[in-house]
């Protein structure tokens, strides 16, 4: 079966680091996608991992380690506008289907 | 028409309505997918199609069709709708599989 998990919810203040993390048991693996969704929006893409290791993106860093099943979604010198849901999909075996993790709702206070 | 597009934004619907729900992308992207999306449950996949005149089933299909006649458009049709299909609807295009989806603003729909 599919399983992904992430915290349902964090709490961070601005200009720290914050680290969500992702868990996933799937069907095989085929890359894992990190998006962020503002409330009442649409989720926009922010990384996509498919090797281990670590991707930089400016403040945004996403690490995956495939034999762990283990990603996590790094942000640094948080910023009000990061208030937002995090969620973690998982590409499976066959390359078509992409399983979302129930987000992570992340709240960043002054 | 800039991205992926649907329509209607939002609508109330009573029990029982046929209803369809509208998505255009004018990317030319093959791939396309609808996901209802629930508090606590996350996105989950109704159904997809990885190219015109193809389409498959999520996890999440019964109670909803789908028809893919061209790149363009992937409707999404709910027969008769129930409370249960409350939720917002996203539909969603890729290039390929390797690439990001881009979503489109989502339908918000209550079945009362």
């Known amino acids: 079966g599919q399983n992904i998990d992430q915290p349902t919810e964090m709490t961070a203040t601005e200009g720290a680091i914050v680290q969500i993390n992702c868990t996933y048991q799937?069907?095989?693996?085929?890359?894992l996608f990190w998006y962020q969704q503002h409330a009442g929006e649409a989720p926009t893409f922010l990384s996509y991992?498919?090797?281990?290791g670590l991707e930089e993106k400016g403040r945004f860093s996403s690490f995956l380690s495939r034999s762990k099943g283990y990603s996590y979604l790094l942000l640094k010198e948080l910023q009000m506008k990061d208030s937002a849901s995090y969620l973690c999909?998982?590409?499976?075996?066959?390359?078509?289907?992409?399983?979302f993790g129930p987000g992570t709702r992340l709240s960043v206070l002054p | 028409i800039a991205g992926i597009t649907q329509a209607p934004t939002s609508q109330i619907l009573a029990a029982g309505r046929r209803m369809t729900l509208r998505c255009t992308q004018d990317?030319?992207?093959?791939?396309m997918y609808w996901y209802r999306q629930d508090l606590g449950l996350g996105l989950r996949l109704i159904h997809y199609?990885?190219?015109?005149?193809?389409?498959g089933k999520g996890e999440v299909p019964d109670g909803y069709s789908v028809s893919r006649a061209n790149t363009d458009d992937f409707p999404l049709t709910l027969a008769s709708a129930v409370p249960s299909q409350t939720s917002v609807y996203f539909c969603?295009?890729?290039?390929?599989?390797?690439?990001?989806?881009?979503f489109g603003q989502g339908t918000r729909l209550t079945v009362v």
């Open positions: 969603a295009s890729r290039q390929t599989v390797n690439t990001e989806a881009f």
């Open positions: 799937t069907s095989g693996f085929n890359g």
């Open positions: 991992n498919v090797l281990d």
């Open positions: 999909a998982v590409r499976d075996n066959y390359g078509q289907n992409f399983v």
């Open positions: 990317m030319r992207h093959n791939a």
């Open positions: 199609s990885n190219t015109a005149g193809t389409t």
